[in-house]
């Protein structure tokens, strides 16, 4: 079969974005899509397989209208592209783009970057209570957190509530010095980042004080009435079930809820049940409720983290199979008679 080759031109100034320091990204989509991708004069011609080179290019003139929009090529972006073009969905990548939550305090847009994501943000817009389950850098927090601020300042709800549970990350911190305030700061710091960066610390200080924005253990939740308020619960595969069915109950009218988890990384004492287990099994099916799973493929951080995540993924899969049949051999269930 002789090669296919179609030319594609491109404002200079999107090609230099879109190829990469010394053409590392382009050398990427080269080995996904198996084609030859080469420069000539402010033209770029693609050649190999047909259908491949149709996919390379497809991925191309999305990257190039995703730069013309004023955004950064990075590697994740790229990365991502390839992937939807290889599942031919390059066009989800001009979707996701044009939902813009909000901006961080330096002007940068903040924008679902995946197809999981921009579920994740269209079923927080959708429904009452909302559960995002996924690993480390899928984004569950920090895009709840872009929400809660923009409705906040839309005055679509009129404080936000930000808490999760008090639990140390499987190491004993000891005593900690200072008044209670110091005392739980440090396991709430993810959450003061993420309002700092988008809110600003000076905007973030006054409605603090203004008792508009709430940072707070779940051990202060007890007992409360939350009407009117977007509240995050964070880290909630360290909550009990008790502690799960507590919070829950506490929402009053106007509220909006998002739970955020990774079923992966919990710190529980061994044989502890996880609340937000037991809340996925209890409330599947309920109207206003919605469970969102993101996944490797929703990692938005350093590419490296999103192969870590995947190959702890495949390695839990094989514990998982190996225990299964362990189970499942002869003498196992009954023992051995002597």
Do not use: W
Request: charged share 30%; with cysteine; proline share 4%.
């Amino acid at each position: 079969m002789n090669d296919f080759s179609v030319r594609l031109d491109m404002p200079t100034e999107h090609m230099q974005k879109i190829f990469g320091m010394q053409d590392v990204y382009v050398k990427k989509m080269e080995r996904d899509f198996g084609v030859v991708i080469v420069d000539r004069n402010g033209s770029i011609t693609i050649t190999g397989r047909e259908d491949m080179v149709r996919k390379a290019e497809n991925v191309l003139r999305e990257l190039a209208a995703y730069s013309g929009r004023g955004n950064e090529i990075e590697e994740q972006s790229v990365d991502y592209a390839i992937y939807l073009g290889k599942e031919q969905k390059e066009e989800a990548l001009t979707e996701m783009d044009s939902d813009c939550l909000c901006h961080t305090v330096n002007g940068k847009p903040i924008k679902p970057k995946t197809l999981g994501q921009k579920a994740y943000v269209d079923a927080i817009r959708d429904n009452m209570i909302v559960f995002g389950l996924g690993p480390a850098g899928t984004g569950k927090t920090y895009l709840a957190m872009a929400m809660a601020i923009t409705a906040f300042k839309n005055d679509e709800v009129g404080r936000i509530i930000l808490t999760r549970p008090a639990i140390e990350a499987g190491e004993k911190l000891g005593f900690l010095p200072g008044d209670l305030q110091s005392k739980v700061d440090p396991y709430l710091r993810p959450l003061y980042d993420a309002l700092y960066q988008i809110m600003g610390a000076d905007s973030f200080a006054k409605n603090m004080e203004k008792g508009l924005i709430e940072v707070a253990p779940l051990a202060y939740m007890r007992g409360r009435t939350l009407d009117n308020a977007y509240i995050i619960l964070d880290e909630a595969q360290n909550t009990t079930p008790a502690q799960m069915k507590m919070f829950l109950t506490r929402i009053g009218f106007g509220s909006k809820v998002v739970v955020t988890g990774d079923n992966s990384q919990k710190d529980l004492p061994a044989g502890t049940k996880s609340g937000l287990d037991i809340a996925a099994r209890v409330l599947k099916g309920i109207d206003d409720i919605a469970f969102c799973n993101l996944t490797s493929k929703d990692v938005v951080r350093h590419p490296l983290v999103q192969k870590i995540v995947q190959a702890y993924e495949n390695y839990e899969a094989r514990e998982e199979r190996s225990r299964q049949r362990e189970k499942e051999k002869p003498g196992r269930r009954y023992g051995r008679r002597g």
